[in-house]
């Protein structure tokens, strides 16, 4: 099973570029997408939703051509949109119902098992019958993640699904998201580094509409070794290292600065060889120091 | 899956309590509706056209109903419609459908018939209501006939559920078309108020094809299909879907399933920013990110004082104003609102689609309705954006936050909104200059243009602004809000129909006022003026509470805002509230004074219940030997600055009946119980020579009864010496008295005593009649009863009176009286005038003052005035013209002119008619005088022209002969009248240009005659109340008459009738005397006409099959034409009953001009006729009876164009 991107395109009327010759070839399991906002991620989760058009490129799930064949592909798609709301005065188990007959599950009998099997699954049985306009972020989310449940689908997309998600809530929705299933492709867009670390087997970085770096993490991170390092710095010097090294990402710690640089080789004193992890990879790709985007062939 | 879709909709509906608030409303409506229609209500009377002898359950009335109501229905269709899709927008829940596997057809065909469907059931509640309204125990029960399902479902299927699959339609497409709510505001507003404009527009007009077909809700079809029923088929008949409605119908849901395919076409199930073509926010660069900023702010110092505050509120106004009218819907209301004040300003006229000048007044009356409701919808829907601005934009709780005090907040915007009924007031203004600029007239009167709009309209309007906010503030949910507001507008109708008619408790409400170009605002300023003032200082009030139930933050229910607004009261607030409290006490108490107390406050109930009790009481008197008035010499002393008049004066009585009279009756115009409250009436003195006893002295309802010490023996006189005054106090809740006014008093002789029982004072309706307990009206006495011809139509306590008066006026004015002016002088500084009549009057006559411009002119020996308001003078050559044709025609053709002059005279629009003294005409400043004569259109009848001619013609009929006072005996004197204006204006605009004259009359022949609450008798024994008969049914009479036995003979007849009847006392003519001299000159084979005109309530229904010609070989054309002829006896209750034919009647052929190639009378004595007709030119149209001089319930059909063979 696969979901095969070719080339897709995408400019919105004002001029901006939001895919640019996207490619990508996505097998089953999970596949993390990271960028920055604006790097094109959420326009390219609603093209394969069949939510927007491109202007050029094919996709195809399986022999379903996703762009032309937009009804085929929603019978077997999941989507679980960046912002959505609920209609605030019915109940989950209604609206959820409701979503179930209109994915085709028409047998009242059978609609009635599933809808209490993935309120069950997403932990919102014993809020079935309150109206959803209580419900808090999270409970939104997971009932949100449960329409996209709905009807056994193949390809579920899921957009920066745990922003605004306190820590335990998080913790949960990783869990519900590992145990969806095999034999599906899930695709999770997000600005968040350690959702891909912790879950995704494939991922790429996107920005700027480009596909930068595609492939399984820890492959990935690898090619960064001995090629980051870290400093402890001032605040006032900041500018100046910013001249002389291609800084990869800052931050503070115990009040002072921590910068980690990008370097070939070893740079002067002071700085200390660093472990690279994903977080590296993303602000090395999206800072555009990897000169060859790598793209690694699927191991297969 | 459409099915799944719609079902689902109508399910959650269903939970929704605005579902079930929508189906009570509508019920309770329907159930009000029926109630008050039906009488239940005392003092409240509403008719819609449904009439007195039409059925509450009647397919027709029932049909009236559901059509009204569910009009109003359209605000709630907009919602539903609109919500339909537009609620996946609002919980931004779209893309969770988009991504579904559904059709577009799916999403939208079952969004859409859910939302229809729940219509459906919210609607029939109408239905139910009105079942239910009509089987209350309290409800008349005449006024029920059989129940019929039918007639209950059938409205639905003709009007309801069509026009609900188009306004469904096009509120559903524009939201989702555009994914906002406000084109479907604006769109109901428009279709709302474009129709009820587009309605009162054509109310003057015949519905004829074209406005058939164009109302897209039909009720103009079912209208054209119904118009001339009788209320025995209104009551009977079911409406049926054929004809004009089905093509209406068809037509207009062929319209709606258009729409609906539009929407589906544009639509797509697509995320919007697809098309939005808003600009991305810019990504920020990495630069930004990284680098902290190392500058320091600047440093800033708030400040927090009143001052502040004060700025603060200006630039926040500034800042919502902008938001508000920068907004393209804005203008598009406003324009919109403006189309239609400037459509409603230039409105058609009647009668006879006569336009007047568009002067000021007539223009600010005619643009300020036209923009009302647009003023009320743009009221109500931007004090709700207004209001939820904030909340809307999710902005609310950073605004809250900050250091801004709350009365900043809330009073700029509500100034914002009062600024924006300014420019609404200035679009009024500018509808009326443009319809003033467009026809040319220049008079523009900007000081009114000002007063009305600004002192007056536009303190209206912001006091119900305050009003809006109020209840969106208080009601705390923005549709809800609108709702309430809804019901506001709807309860300022509904409550002085159930009887609640004070203006201290009408919010926002101040008395209806006349604005007349001879007497300004006039006594209506008064009143005005304090009430608004009232409704000003609670308007304050209002807003200071308002400030303190302000929302601000996130508090949700209302007990927690009530326990909030409790804090906020504030000393400063609570001093403020009580301030306005008092000058609310003050104010509301003053007026409380002058409308309750210097003047008794009555309802209209109370009125007629006054109305009830005299009859009651006092009829046993009507049949009492009274005797009659055969002089009068009075003296009346005017205070037109006062509005205040002295009557006195002595009347000479004789006794003309066979018996001793010992009691006689008086009745002085009852305090207060007329339709308009006479002033304050002070009866100094009511002796009569010789002494009397008092019998019966009842003040309130001006009703006294002598015992003469010296009974007065038959021929014997008395003398009658009276002394009253009247006075106009202060200022009263409903319309004050508009007889005496500073400039341009009209009284008649009812302000003087009246001898005897005044049968007029009694109520003519029999509903009213019923409400207060009273049987059935009684009729005139009928033609056989020989005792009644002793007294005359006009007058029971005289024949023909000597009439002498005095009276005095300020110097400024001209005070006028039937007589010759003897003497004019000036004494106290008053005017003086003496005037005489030479020979016996009628008694009645009128007195008028005002400041007067005069025009002189003569005809042989009689000099001729028009006593005019400066700037009237449009119309004075027209009026002189009318004057001397007809003095013309009728002293030739009948007999002499009796007097030596004849005046017209203006008095104010009050009341819009004219009326015929002796020698005295008085004409309303609002017909004639400002009616716009086209010199160039040929077709537009001369209305300054024909009312003149016809009112010149009651010399002769009224003032040289008066009929008795039995029924039939308005075909004498009214339908005479129109005669001779008829034939007047015959001669100058030859026959063929009678045409649309004689249309207009049957047309309001026939719709009079549908809408006739008791039976229609025919002509010869009309009753004195139905204008309908013995004007315009007169009207086709007389000139069909003198197109078949000849203008002379009739003229001849009419002469020796005259001889006859003229000046001569008891018994008086009827109508019967009448046709015996008409019959005279009447040849044998039209005799039959008098069974058909006069004595028969007689209808044709003529058509023209078929008409075909051929052109024969000596340059002739023959037309072959086949017509249908059907007659009909019409019974008492309207129900039409078939004849035989033995008539003659027009047969014609025209040329495409119009003009006759032929016109003959054919005898006609079957049902199909073929005519086989020879003429010179090509024939254009060819029929029966094509010009019109019978009545013909079709009139449409009598003419066919002719094809070519």
């Known amino acids: ?300 | 899956m459409v099915f799944t879709i719609a079902s689902f909709e109508v399910r959650q509906r269903l939970r929704r309590i605005s579902t079930y608030v929508y189906f009570f409303v509508f019920f309770a409506l329907s159930v009000l509706f029926v109630c008050v229609a039906g009488g239940a209500i005392s003092g409240a009377a509403v008719d819609f056209g449904t009439g007195g002898k039409i059925w509450l359950n009647s397919p027709y009335a029932l049909n009236v109903i559901t059509m009204y109501i569910t009009f109003l229905g359209i605000v709630v269709t907009g919602a539903i419609a609109g919500q339909a899709t537009y609620q996946d927008t609002d919980s931004h829940i779209s893309d969770l459908f988009y991504t579904a596997p559904i059709t577009k057809f799916d999403y939208l065909g079952g969004r859409f018939l859910g939302a229809l469907a729940l219509q459906i059931l919210i609607f029939s509640s109408v239905g139910f209501g009105a079942y239910v309204g009509a089987h209350l125990p309290w409800i008349d029960q005449s006024r029920l006939g059989p129940n019929n399902a039918l007639a209950y479902l059938q409205p639905y299927l003709n009007l309801v559920v069509p026009n609900l699959v188009l306004t469904t339609a096009i509120f559903f497409g524009l939201a989702a078309s555009w994914r906002k709510m406000i084109p479907v505001y604006v769109g109901s507003v428009l279709l709302l108020i474009g129709y009820f404009t587009a309605a009162q527009l054509s109310t003057n007009l015949t519905v004829n094809t074209v406005i058939a077909l164009a109302d897209p809700f039909g009720a103009s079809a079912v209208e054209r299909l119904t118009q001339y029923w009788s209320p025995f088929q209104r009551n009977t008949q079911l409406i049926p879907l054929g004809g004009i409605l089905l093509l209406n119908r068809l037509l207009w849901l062929g319209l709606g399933v258009i729409v609906l395919a539009i929407t589906y076409l544009r639509f797509s199930l697509s995320h919007p920013s697809q098309r939005s073509r808003k600009p991305r926010v810019a990504t920020d660069t990495d630069e930004d990110i990284l680098v902290p900023s190392t500058r320091a702010l600047p440093i800033s110092h708030p400040v927090f004082s009143s001052v502040a505050s004060w700025q603060q509120f200006l630039s926040l106004t500034r800042i919502q104003f902008t938001e508000t009218v920068k907004n393209v819907f804005f203008l598009v209301l406003v324009l919109a609102g403006g189309l239609f004040a400037i459509l409603s300003a230039n409105q058609i006229a009647s009668p006879f689609s006569s336009r007047t000048y568009p002067v000021t007044y007539e223009m600010l009356e005619g643009a300020t309705g036209g923009l009302f409701v647009f003023a009320l919808a743009i009221i109500t829907f931007y004090a709700g954006e207004l209001v939820w601005r904030e909340r809307d934009a999710g902005l609310n709780q950073i605004v809250d936050a900050l250091p801004v005090k709350r009365w900043v907040l809330f009073t700029s915007k509500l100034t914002a909104l009062l600024l924006i009924q300014i420019i609404l007031v200035l679009v009024i203004m500018a509808a009326g200059l443009i319809v003033q600029l467009a026809q040319g007239y220049h008079r523009f009167e900007f000081g009114l243009y000002f007063t009305d709009l600004f002192a007056i309209r536009l303190f209206q309007y912001w006091v119900i602004c305050v009003l809006a906010f109020f209840i969106h503030t208080l009601v705390n949910q923005k549709y809800l809000g609108h709702f309430v507001m809804v019901l506001y507008f709807v309860s300022t109708l509904a409550l002085p129909g159930m009887g609640l008619q004070h203006f201290l408790y009408r919010y926002g409400q101040s008395p209806r006022y006349i604005y007349s170009n001879m007497n300004g605002y006039g006594p209506f300023a008064a009143s005005l003026f304090w009430f608004e003032l009232y409704w000003g200082i609670a308007a304050i009030a209002l807003a200071i509470i308002t400030n303190t139930l302000w929302v601000r933050g996130t508090g949700e229910n209302l007990r927690a805002r009530l326990q909030l607004a409790g804090a906020r009261f504030t000393r400063p607030t609570v001093a403020a509230l009580m301030v306005c409290a008092t000058l609310l006490l003050v104010v509301g108490g003053y007026i409380f004074y002058n409308t309750n107390v210097l003047n008794p406050y009555y309802s209209t109930y109370a009125i007629d219940e006054g109305r009830a009790q005299y009859e009651k009481r006092y009829r046993q008197y009507k049949d009492l030997p009274q005797p009659k008035i055969t002089d009068i010499n009075t003296q009346i002393d005017l205070d037109p600055a006062n509005r205040s008049v002295d009557m006195r004066g002595t009347m000479m009585l004789e006794n003309k009946t066979s018996f001793t009279i010992d009691r006689v009756a008086i009745t002085v115009l009852p305090v207060d119980l007329a339709p308009v409250p006479p002033p304050h009436r002070e009866i100094q003195k009511l002796t009569f020579s010789g002494g009397q006893t008092t019998l019966l002295e009842d003040n309130a309802l001006g009703f006294y009864v002598y015992r003469l010490n010296a009974p007065l023996l038959p021929h014997g006189r008395i003398a009658l010496d009276y002394s009253v005054s009247y006075k106009n106090i202060g200022f009263v809740n409903s319309t004050p008295n508009l007889d005496i006014v500073k400039n341009g008093t009209f009284l008649n002789d009812r302000y003087a005593p009246f001898v005897g029982y005044a049968p007029d004072i009694e109520l003519t309706d029999d509903s009213t009649r019923h409400k207060h307990g009273l049987d059935k009206v009684k009729r005139m006495p009928k033609l056989e009863d020989i005792a009644a011809r002793n007294e005359n139509g006009i007058s029971s306590e005289a024949d023909w009176i000597n009439l002498e008066s005095t009276v005095s006026t300020s110097p400024d004015q001209i005070a006028i009286m039937p007589g010759y002016l003897q003497k004019e002088w000036l004494e106290n500084g008053r005017r003086y005038f003496h005037y005489k009549m030479d020979a016996p009057i009628l008694n009645i006559y009128s007195l008028n003052s005002a400041r007067y411009t005069v025009r002189r002119d003569h005809w042989h020996d009689v000099s001729l005035e028009i006593y005019y308001h400066a700037g009237d003078e449009f119309n004075i050559d027209h009026m002189m013209d009318g004057m001397k044709a007809s003095l013309d025609y009728c002293s030739q053709n009948f007999s002499p002119f009796q007097f030596h002059q004849l005046r017209i005279i203006e008095f104010p629009r009050y009341g819009t008619f004219a009326e015929s003294f002796a020698n005295t005409i008085p004409f309303s400043e609002g017909i004639g005088f400002i009616t716009y004569v086209d010199p160039t259109t040929v077709d537009q009848i001369d209305l300054p022209f024909y009312v003149t001619a016809h009112e010149t013609a009651h010399q002769w009929w009224a003032h040289q002969v008066m009929s008795a006072n039995v029924e039939g005996g308005t075909s004498i004197v009214e339908t005479l009248a129109q005669y001779s204006a008829l034939m007047v204006m015959k001669h100058r605009y030859g026959p063929d240009g009678m045409k649309k004259f004689m249309h207009y009359e049957l047309d309001n022949y026939l719709r009079g005659r549908a809408q006739e609450r008791n039976e229609e008798p025919p002509l010869y024994r009309v009753d004195a109340n139905q204008g309908y008969i013995h004007y315009s049914k007169g009207a086709m009479v007389m000139y069909a008459l003198q197109d078949y036995i000849g203008e002379d003979n009739v003229n001849k007849a009419l002469a020796e009738f005259v001889k006859a009847f003229a000046f001569k006392g008891p018994p008086y003519p009827v109508s019967l005397d009448l046709i015996s001299y008409l019959q005279k000159y009447t040849p044998p084979e039209y005799q039959y006409l008098y069974d058909d005109l006069w004595r028969n309530v007689t209808l044709y229904d003529n058509r023209a099959r078929s008409a075909t010609y051929s052109q024969s070989p000596d340059g002739k054309y023959k037309v072959n034409l086949v017509v249908e002829a059907h007659k009909f006896r019409a019974d008492a209750k309207g129900q039409d009953h078939p004849v035989p034919l033995s008539d003659f009647i027009d047969i014609g052929v025209t040329d495409s001009q119009g003009k006759f190639l032929y016109l003959e009378k054919q005898k006609i004595e079957k049902e199909q006729n073929t005519f086989t007709i020879t003429v010179d030119k090509p024939p254009a149209q060819a029929g029966i009876d094509p010009i019109l001089k019978l009545i013909d319930r079709n009139p449409d059909d009598n003419t066919i164009k002719v094809d070519k063979q």
């Open chain 1, 1 to 300: 099973m696969e979901l095969r991107i070719d080339k897709l395109s995408k400019r919105y009327p004002n001029g901006v570029q939001a895919l640019q010759e996207v490619s990508l070839q996505i097998p089953q399991g999970m596949f993390g997408l990271l960028g920055p906002n604006g790097a094109g991620k959420s326009t390219l989760m609603r093209t394969l939703a069949t939510l927007q058009e491109a202007d050029s490129g094919s996709v195809s799930l399986d022999g379903i051509d996703v762009l032309k064949d937009k009804d085929e592909l929603r019978k077997v798609l999941g989507y679980l949109p960046q912002e959505f709301g609920v209609y605030p005065k019915i109940s989950a188990e209604v609206l959820l119902s409701h979503f179930a007959a209109l994915k085709g599950i028409t047998n009242s009998k059978e609609r009635g098992e599933v809808v209490a099997a993935l309120l069950q699954q997403t932990n919102l049985w014993e809020h079935r019958k309150k109206p959803l306009g209580g419900f808090s972020g999270g409970m939104k989310q997971r009932f949100g993640i449960a329409q996209a449940l709905l009807g056994n689908p193949r390809l579920i997309i899921v957009d920066e699904p745990t922003a605004g998600l306190d820590p335990e809530e998080r913790v949960r929705f990783h869990n519900l998201l590992s145990a969806i299933g095999e034999n599906i492709i899930v695709i999770l867009s997000t600005h968040i580094v350690s959702d891909v670390s912790d879950l995704c087997g494939q991922m790429a970085v996107i920005h700027q509409g480009r596909v930068l770096a595609a492939g399984e993490p820890a492959a990935l991170v690898a090619n960064l070794q001995g090629k980051v390092w870290k400093k402890a710095i001032n605040s006032s010097e900041l500018a100046a290292h910013r001249e002389r090294f291609k800084v990869i990402l800052i931050r503070l710690f115990s009040g002072r600065t921590m910068i980690h640089v990008w370097s070939e080789v070893a740079p002067e004193s002071g700085f200390e060889a660093v472990t690279p992890d994903l977080e590296d990879l993303y602000f090395a790709t999206t800072r555009g120091y990897l000169q060859n985007p790598v793209t690694l062939e699927r191991v297969n």
